[in-house]
């Protein structure tokens, strides 16, 4: 009986929305120009389920370090911050683009190369994870999939 208590109560405090009901669409991380340091992985996130989903945090073997940012306008000067979530509505999407929310890279491995791509993980509020590829491209390449 005891054992069937348990079970129930698990089943009750278990998350009834799943990370994996977010797709990632037309994901690229930005080319590097000569002299660049930085990088930053642009992805349009489009949550099916009926709960929000936040993605808290983010890796890839192609960078030392990764954080997830955003670019606030203070007068008249935009800056670029680290933020601690993402979130993506319930049957909503949030579009990660250059001048806004994007997931940054530092200590780049190598230069990013127009026509190579990188594996990108993103770990969720409740722990999931979820890896895309992201083709690097040239900022204005990567955003030319809002015109068709």
Same mark, same amino acid.
């Given at each position: 009986?005891?054992?069937?208590?348990?079970?129930?109560?698990?089943?009750?405090?278990?998350?009834?929305?799943?990370?994996?009901?977010?797709?990632?669409?037309?994901?690229?991380?930005?080319?590097?120009?000569?002299?660049?340091?930085?990088?930053?992985?642009?992805?349009?996130?489009?949550?099916?389920?009926? %709960?929000?989903?936040? &993605?808290?945090?983010?890796?890839? /073997? *192609?960078? @030392? !370090?990764? =954080? #997830?940012?955003?670019?606030?306008?203070?007068?008249?000067?935009? %800056?670029?911050?680290? &933020?601690?979530?993402?979130?993506? /509505? *319930?049957? @909503? !999407?949030? =579009? #990660?683009?250059?001048?806004?929310?994007?997931?940054?890279?530092?200590?780049?491995?190598?230069?990013?190369?127009?026509?190579?791509?990188?594996?990108?993980?993103?770990?969720?509020?409740?722990?999931?994870?979820?890896?895309?590829?992201?083709?690097?491209?040239?900022?204005?390449?990567?955003?030319?999939?809002?015109?068709?």
């Amino acid at each position: 009986m005891k054992l069937k208590a348990l079970m129930i109560g698990a089943l009750l405090l278990s998350p009834l929305a799943h990370a994996s009901d977010v797709m990632f669409h037309h994901p690229y991380a930005r080319a590097m120009a000569p002299g660049a340091v930085n990088s930053a992985v642009f992805v349009e996130l489009v949550n099916n389920g009926a %709960q929000a989903q936040t &993605i808290v945090a983010a890796s890839t /073997p *192609a960078a @030392g !370090k990764v =954080e #997830l940012h955003d670019v606030i306008k203070q007068g008249d000067v935009m %800056q670029m911050r680290q &933020i601690e979530g993402i979130e993506v /509505p *319930a049957n @909503g !999407k949030t =579009e #990660l683009k250059p001048g806004s929310l994007h997931i940054m890279l530092f200590e780049l491995a190598q230069p990013l190369k127009e026509g190579s791509e990188i594996e990108v993980t993103v770990t969720f509020a409740s722990g999931e994870k979820q890896t895309f590829t992201a083709p690097v491209k040239k900022v204005m390449a990567g955003m030319k999939h809002a015109s068709h």
